[in-house]
């Protein structure tokens, strides 16, 4: 079970309860699910009696909402993980999103497959950042505005937030806690790998060929032939 502390090193003791709560709610919907999480479980994580949550929180679904509106406001507060502002090569902004984000992106994994508001908005201004800064790097591929930077902001987006989503299975697979803060470099470096070879790939006869498969079955017309050395033959 992960801890109900997980925002640096802070002892639970300097938190306040509403603080201590609340963060044991998000590890416990993040563990459990919102079926699963239980009013009592998450009291007992905190510290509290249940009466101090219901005081605090009201009700499981007002509890949810809470953290909803809590992950949002953090999340949205690291301007799109820095991608547009060109932050995120900036060392201390990594060091400051994995101080504060591990046990929110736990929350927002569980929160994605389970479906709830904070999710939809985690992936929507995601896939804002992704498209303005396709749009902004290569104006003339991915025109502002255009379906086809919307298509690859929303796609790029849904690449990178998987890795959230999947975080266990990268955990097992990799041999580590992909969200704990000392192992966080290893999947944007995996990332950048793939980036790289993929567009010697992209550049190749064979990855210019898929693409214009893709493109001509996406738009209706015929894929061009590219002709090979036993095509010369008659029959």
């Not at 820095?82 to 736990?106: A, C, K, N, W, Y």
């Not at 790029?156 to 955990?171: C, D, K, P, R, W």
Request: glycine share 10%; hydrophobic share 40%; charged share 25%.
């Amino acid at each position: 079970m992960y801890p109900a502390n997980k925002h640096g090193d802070r002892p639970p003791e300097d938190l306040t309860a509403r603080a201590r709560i609340r963060d044991a709610a998000l590890a416990q919907f993040a563990e459990r699910g919102y079926t699963g999480a239980t009013i009592k479980g998450i009291a007992e994580a905190a510290g509290v009696s249940i009466g101090l949550v219901q005081h605090h929180f009201g009700t499981k679904d007002d509890l949810r909402r809470a953290c909803d509106a809590y992950a949002a406001e953090t999340l949205g507060s690291l301007d799109g993980l820095g991608v547009t502002t060109g932050e995120i090569t900036d060392p201390d902004f990594l060091s400051r999103m994995f101080q504060h984000s591990p046990l929110i992106l736990r929350y927002v994994a569980r929160a994605m497959v389970d479906g709830s508001p904070s999710a939809a908005e985690f992936f929507d201004n995601g896939a804002a950042a992704a498209e303005a800064f396709l749009s902004g790097t290569w104006p003339e591929r991915f025109p502002p505005g255009s379906d086809r930077a919307r298509d690859a902001g929303a796609v790029m987006a849904g690449m990178h937030q998987a890795t959230i989503v999947l975080h266990e299975h990268l955990s097992r697979r990799m041999g580590a806690d992909v969200l704990a803060a000392e192992n966080t470099a290893r999947i944007g470096l995996a990332m950048f790998d793939v980036y790289a070879a993929m567009a010697d790939f992209a550049g190749s006869d064979t990855g210019t060929a898929i693409r214009d498969a893709a493109d001509s079955h996406q738009h209706g017309t015929p894929t061009p032939r590219r002709d090979g050395p036993d095509d010369d033959h008659d029959g």
